[in-house]
């Protein structure tokens, strides 16, 4: 099992219902603010690599979550990568949406080197934004 937490157990009706959890927390109202948050993260490393399996490494290098982490400037030392129900609590997400971006960072395309991780991972945050309805407002004020 990897620190997503998923497994090949999942089928059926279980695993209808954790698509829904995951499709559902994407598109709500927190998943799409973190959606924003990550892809502003991302933007925001200096070295556009991403590594597997750990929030933040000692050289400094993150995962997607390790850069939100990194921008919210949390501390990031205590909190186990492995522990996908703590990782979703430190960071105020949905369980399901933790998982997820986990998973895509880990095992996705698990032998990708960090660079391509990186443009991977920005492009998959980008596919799951929805316009944003503020933004929206405020062009259409004079």
Not at 17 to 28: D, K, L, N
Not at 33 to 40: G, I, K, N, Q, V
């Amino acid at each position: 099992m990897s620190r997503s937490g998923y497994s090949e157990d999942c089928d059926g009706w279980s695993l209808i219902r954790w698509r829904g959890a995951v499709a559902s927390a994407i598109r709500g109202k927190r998943g799409q603010a973190f959606w924003r948050e990550m892809l502003a993260a991302l933007d925001a490393i200096p070295d556009k690599r991403l590594v597997p399996e750990e929030l933040v490494m000692p050289d400094g290098d993150v995962c997607a979550l390790g850069a939100v982490g990194v921008a919210r400037k949390m501390d990031m030392s205590k909190i186990d990568p492995e522990d996908h129900e703590g990782v979703a609590a430190a960071f105020q997400i949905p369980h399901a949406l933790a998982c997820e971006v986990m998973w895509e960072n880990d095992e996705t395309y698990w032998n990708d080197t960090p660079e391509k991780r990186y443009e991977r991972m920005r492009k998959w945050v980008e596919s799951h934004l929805k316009p944003d309805p503020a933004a929206s407002v405020e062009a259409q004020t004079p």
